[in-house]
């Protein structure tokens, strides 16, 4: 294998950790800081072993970006003559160039989007008409084959030309996969079961011949707890109740689905008044562990209660709802409009509410809006199938401790843990903490003069430095409550929950070019992680308070969970690892490469206790004179 770049220092030595690693089928977690080329070096690894073991690599991200650059790399490889395929795969959401045209198709989500494409593409096999992009594809050439996997695309790239040629991107990408090396994707392809299966499928590959590389890893086991969790809304209820009354369709017993949805949406209502108490947004609803005869009422023993019937009875109904579902999809798409039902969403949740018995989820009842939550404390759920696989790589700059990580996603105990320490000159950055100011939830709620005193400390430590000046909170709430007092006479560019990527990318840009500004974003956000600031766009971070997990039910849960899981770690597990590396993260956005100065200020007289885990972290005595100080050097 052919290098594109002459290595820097410690690459070398992280390349031969990862080929002794694979050689030895033993799995690997690497933490590496920023500078390191992640990227690279685990691309220059496992491309070798891969070809010399008849395997394929999978390379997952979280973002569009991070996938931007694997192609980067790649590309890099390729023009230093070696042969590689690869594909990137994205969503039909994001690569389906018939939506352009079909209102229903583009306002679908992915299940929809899905059913809506089979339908389509079954229609050209029939004579009919259907998808004119998916038509060009029912007779693949060789040449095509050729032509596509001669060069390396991004996924909006590859999206922009096939469809100038008049070709489905995700059709085509699909035909790809079958021969390609490398194969990107987002965390869903390869974590979710069900759509891993079809992955492998399009891919001709079994499990034991891939290797995984997990990029940006530390967001992997709350993404998957995440997604192996599910709710169901009041307001959900209620469009399945308009819905059956305008299809007129009975469940098996003869009765209108109305009445079973006014019975679960009763059943919610008396759990919101038993479980929450004033002031609080969730409570706990332990169905899976009491039983029916118990005084706590669940979701079960209510919805008997209420509506005089069996368990069997609840179920089957659930069920029926879940048919009523199916048919109605099929009945819209007959129609050309989208296959969406409410019925069939609620039976869907209500089956697998009421037959779930897991022990590594907790059930939730809660409000804003009124709803169930089935939360998944576990990330083994998505995870636990990578000991399966020829290799794993998991890579990034904050995993520590290695070996909490190791255990939190189930990779085998004899997994080799490395960590490298930073390339670049110790003296470009400085860190430090200021004691007598905090974010503590509880120091808040109790006294009104511990928020004065933080809002005073950031506009002195704000006013005085006339760089780029990045303010990370530990929530949104906190970052709007504190913007909203703080007075500045800098340009503020703010983060805000549910901003889509073309305004983040405008505001980091319009930041970046504007001279003495302020970005305003929040810890375990986008703008704290993943995205550079090179030279002098970003010369300060401020780390307003430890982003300790809000306290709660579901917080409570986990870290109980984490207790009996994990010996009694669930403090440091569930609540300490993860505010580390929200912190790690956000400070590592000021140091992007050699040349670069800065410095992090923690405002958390909290942060003490991580000395031990941030590098030349200190408490400062005098903040201006240190700022002073460090710049003027």
Known sequence: MKL????????????????????SRNHLIIEAPTGSGKTFT??????????????????????NSQQDQVIRELKEFKKSGNSISAVA????????????????LAKSNWSEKSKICKSLKKQPKMGEAGCPYYRKLLRPTKKLFETWSSEIYNAEEFTLIAEEEGLCP?????????????????????FDDFIRKYLLGWMDASIDKIVTIVDEAHNLPDWSRDAASDYLSIDTLRRATKESD?????????????????????????????????????????????????????????????????????????????????????????????????LGTVGDFLCRWLDSIESHSIRLVGIKPLRLEKVCLDPRVMTGFLDETAGVIMMSGTLSPLD????????????????????????????RYVSGVTTSY????????????????????????????????????ILESALNELKLSKPIYKEYSGMNQEELMNTVESFKSDSGSVLAGVMGGRLAEGVDYPDTSLEMAIIVGVPYPAPGVRQEALQHYFDVCFNDKGWQYAVESPALRKMLQAAGRVIR?????????????????????????ELSNDIIHDIDDFFEA
């Open 4 to 23: 594109p770049y002459t290595l820097r220092s410690n690459q070398q030595e992280i390349i031969d950790t990862i080929k002794k690693g694979l050689n």
């Open 42 to 63: 685990s691309l220059a690894s496992a491309l070798p072993f891969a070809l010399d073991n008849d395997c394929r690599i999978i390379y997952c991200v979280r973002t």
């Open 89 to 104: 795969i994205q969503g039909r959401q994001s690569m389906c160039p018939q939506q352009k045209d079909d209102n229903e």
């Open 170 to 190: 995700y059709e085509l990408n699909k035909l790809l996969l079958k021969k390609a090396q490398v194969v990107i994707v987002p965390y869903v392809y390869f």
């Open 246 to 342: 305008n299809f007129g369709l009975l469940l098996g017993d003869g009765s209108p689905p109305s009445f079973f949805l006014d019975l679960v949406e009763l059943a919610l209502k008396s759990l919101e008044e038993y479980h929450i108490s004033e002031g609080e947004e969730e409570g706990l609803l332990p169905s899976h562990i009491v039983s029916l005869d118990s005084e706590v009422p669940t979701l079960e023993t209510e919805m008997m209660s209420l509506g005089k019937m069996t368990l069997y009875r609840l179920k089957q109904q659930a069920s029926d709802l879940s048919k009523m579902g199916q048919l109605i999809r099929q009945t819209l798409l007959e129609k050309g409009k989208r296959p969406r039902s409410y």
């Open 404 to 431: 909490m990580f190791r255990d939190l996603i189930g990779l085998k105990p004899e997994s080799i843990l490395e960590k490298y320490g930073s390339i670049f000159p110790k003296e470009n950055r400085l860190i």
């Open 442 to 477: 509880r120091e808040l709620k109790n006294n009104p003069k511990v928020w004065i005193q933080l809002i005073d400390k950031l506009e002195s430590i704000i006013s005085k430095f006339n760089g780029n000046i990045a303010l990370f909170f530990p929530s949104y709430k």
């Open 593 to 617: 490469s050699e040349k670069d100065k800065g410095m992090i200020i923690i405002t958390d007289g909290r942060a003490g206790k991580f000395s031990e885990n941030i590098p030349d972290l």
